[in-house]
Nanobody, 119 residues
Framework: QVRLVESGGGLVQPGGSLRLSCAAS????????MGWYRQVPGKERELVAM???????NYADSVKGRFTISTDNTKNTVYLQMNSLKPEDTAVYYC?????????????WGQGTQVTVSS
């Protein structure tokens, strides 16, 4: 089993910055994909950014140039640095980890952290 604990959400003014953290613990394997998703009420959960254990990353078009995903493998933690925040970035942000220890891929989600961008 894998546990993901997110932190770093909160209220920020437009144009401000936040850094989200997601700490993974439990039965971790070295090959993985981790990502940040977000969801607002009434809408589908959408991918914000993802990163592989090899360091390859991908971003939603809406956050390119503003958000940066990174990892610290010594701490089993993935970060999402969010700059130039806009009101439309307001959402619950979820951390996701996918790993394949054998023939099966397992997916784990964090509990979510609220990000509110408002003046």
């Amino acid at each position: 089993q894998v546990r993901l604990v997110e932190s770093g959400g909160g209220l920020v003014q437009p144009g401000g910055s936040l850094r989200l953290s997601c700490a993974a613990s439990g039965s971790l394997v070295s090959l993985y994909v981790m990502g940040w998703y977000r969801q607002v009420p009434g809408k589908e959960r959408e991918l914000v950014a993802m990163i592989t254990s090899e360091g390859r990353s991908n971003y939603a078009d809406s956050v390119k140039g503003r958000f940066t995903i990174s990892t610290d493998n010594t701490k089993n933690t993935v970060y999402l640095q969010m700059n130039s925040l806009k009101p439309e970035d307001t959402a619950v942000y979820y951390c996701k980890r996918e790993q394949t220890p054998g023939w099966t891929t397992f997916t784990y989600w964090g509990q979510g952290t609220q990000v509110t961008v408002s003046s």
